[in-house]
């Protein structure tokens, strides 16, 4: 998914059950937990952000980033060589903009139909909506920003319209996430090593070779001064997750440090305000309950989508054109109301179909594949002998005398795919593919039987078809 001031890619719980699932430390400032991704209770999903996004420690601090496992690979990535650019004032314009159109207030979505709104209607839109760290967090930015020369002055906004404001600014967001380093080879569609592997630096950057990793892999503490300091992909180590601890040291200097995954971006990222030695902070239970309701918040916008796929059949999609009704199956799900997080799941996930019966899902929100006789065993990232981290050779390629699949499509414009028939043996799998919209894709089953099916990229993500 490409980063965008609001979404167009990816039931509330109570605190206290989330509690109960969230790590707990008591106080002191041992140790405090950071969640990194995170599948929701009710249908299996993935969030590109970080709960919560905000934390204070103190130093000797242990920062425990706590991986959910979606099959999403994440990095923990910080460093002074890219905070800076993660901790500038217009991702956290982006952030709080797409956080506040998640939470219902009534903003214009950049990726829809025109609009007569200027950029000071959004600005007094934001200032009439209820108190909350985003409303807070969206104000200072663009106050930040304009101090900068790069936005009007609030007095000033009702001159520029809302879409001079985000022809403006969507290049400088490209900017902005080009600015760090990506753990991902655009060239060869797998991992750079450079970025991908651990890298720990006092001074300078990764090599500039993506296919030549850090000399310097071994972990020290976190002690603020590092140019770049990054987990690499963190390996799996089970369904119940993974975790990459940072220890601050004794010595750290107080101020803010910033981390991000460098698979999926600075939208991803968590800001560490380090307190004076002996300062009270927040107990682990204070932030896990603000990591619960960061959750709940972009959870909303995924639960209304959900619900309408399962109970209906079928969503209320918007386009350039205006909303449409679009119809299942599904496979995969995104809400255009909030842009970190997709419903990982096939709606509805049993179906029966006639043999050679056409099947066709709407396939969204991130790239999947649809793949039969599954191995029991499917590492999706494969760490070598050598060293080297890779994805799996066998995720994006389509198999089994699956037609071939087509590149990811930018866009408004759906793609249409047929990926032809399975013969009802072995493996055989459509291959990975996506669009900024969805996918149309076909496909058929020849021979009856009851076969189970999954996308090899997302593991929960499963269901079973039986053919007559």
Known sequence: MKPKIVAIAAALLLVASACDRLPFVGGGGEERTVLVDYSHDEFASFFLANFPRKIQVTPGTTVVFRQTWTGEPHTVTGGTSIDKAVGSPLLKFVTAFENLAAAGVELPNPEGPPTDA????????????????????????????????????????????????????????????SSVPFAFNEETN???????????????????????????????????????????IIPYEGPQGNTYNVRLSDNIDPGKYFFYCAIHGPGQSTEVTVRPAGTDIPTQEEVSRQARKEIDLGAKPLEKVYRAAVDDGRIQFGGPDGPSTLRGPFAGLFSQDYDHAVINEFVPRQLEVARNEPISWKMMGAEHTITFGVPRYFPIVQFLDNGKIRFNPRLRAAAGGAEKAP???????????????????????????GADTYVDVTMRISEPGTYDFACLIHPPMVGKITVT
């Open 118 to 177: 200027t950029l000071g209607d959004v600005i007094e839109i934001v200032e009439e909506s209820e108190e909350s760290e985003d409303r807070t967090n969206f104000l200072e930015a663009y106050d930040e920003m304009a101090d900068d020369g790069e936005v009007p002055d609030r007095d000033e906004a009702k001159d520029v319209t809302f879409g001079e404001f985000v022809e403006d600014v969507d290049p400088k967001i490209e900017e902005a996430f």
């Open 190 to 232: 797998d991992i750079a090593q450079n970025v991908g592997q651990p890298c720990y630096l006092t001074r300078g950057a990764p090599p500039k070779d993506p296919d030549k990793p850090c000399a310097q892999q071994e972990q020290p503490e976190f002690n603020g001064t590092q140019s770049f300091y990054s987990s690499g």
């Open 407 to 433: 590149e990811y499509q930018d866009g408004p414009e759906p793609l249409e795919h047929d990926a032809g028939t399975y013969d009802g043996s072995g493996f055989w799998s459509t291959g990975s593919m």
